[in-house]
């Protein structure tokens, strides 16, 4: 089942201007990712914001967490037509030995040139 | 460092049949995770392996079975194919418990 819940499912924008994706969540984590995925390869790390973290940047990347709202934004800022891709949260409940990811449902963003 | 490789990158088979994937980590990480990813259910977590013990696992039928080497190499074995396999099957390497490195994938068609 799915523990994060991105919004919105879907963004279209123009070049230049800024993206911003929501991601919920259901359980306690010990870290949120996220993650960016074109045209159905495989997945490449963005960024990785930590439970205790409220907010990391990233060259045009900004994360923050609300571990009391359980739910974490991405802003890329000055986007490019090479953002276009699907945007995945994902969360890691590790406790113990054992951990694993649980993935939204993704963005579509599309950047217009 | 090389990232993760998957091989073969895609896989037609027919309903009945067995697979196995393959999949190679980052050198010196030792957790490997599979993921399925299809339109309709999205990413799910199949198993994760750490110095060849499975440490965690999804919730997929038996059909699903997986195994680490020694070297950190790791397969997943589909066995009984059914149609509703055919999905990206994903593989992600990490050093400790933190971020996960995916590979390309392997397209699964099954037909």
């Known amino acids: 089942s799915q523990q994060g819940e991105e919004d919105p499912q879907a963004l279209s924008i123009q070049e230049g201007e800024n993206a911003t994706m929501n991601c919920s969540y259901k359980?306690?984590?010990?870290?949120l990712q996220w993650y960016r995925q074109n045209s159905g390869r495989g997945l490449v790390h963005l960024i990785l914001?930590?439970?205790?973290?409220r907010e990391k940047h990233s060259g045009r990347l900004r994360v923050t967490l609300d571990t009391s709202k359980k739910s974490s934004s991405l802003l890329i800022t000055a986007s490019r037509a090479a953002d276009t891709a699907s945007y995945f949260c994902?969360?890691?409940?590790?406790?113990?030995?054992?951990?694993?990811?649980?993935f939204g449902k993704g963005i579509t963003l599309s950047v217009r040139p | 460092k090389a990232g993760v490789t998957q091989t073969p990158r895609y896989l037609i088979k027919t309903r009945g049949q067995q697979v196995t994937l393959s999949c190679s980590p980052i050198?010196?990480?030792?957790?490997v995770s599979w993921y399925q990813q299809t339109p309709g259910q999205g990413l799910q977590f199949l198993f994760e392996?750490?110095?060849?013990?499975?440490?965690n696992k999804g919730n997929f039928p038996g059909r699903f079975s997986g195994r680490q080497f020694s070297n950190s190499r790791s397969e997943m074995n589909v066995s009984t194919l059914e149609l509703g396999d055919s999905a990206l099957y994903l593989c992600?390497?990490?050093?400790?418990?933190?971020?996960?490195?995916f590979g390309p994938g392997t397209r699964l068609t099954v037909l």
């Open positions: 992600a390497s990490s050093y400790l418990t933190d971020t996960q490195y």
């Open positions: 914001i930590r439970s205790n973290e």
């Open positions: 994902a969360t890691d409940a590790f406790t113990g030995a054992n951990s694993k990811l649980t």
């Open positions: 392996y750490f110095s060849e013990t499975q440490r």
């Open positions: 359980t306690s984590i010990n870290n």
């Open positions: 050198s010196g990480h030792r957790s």
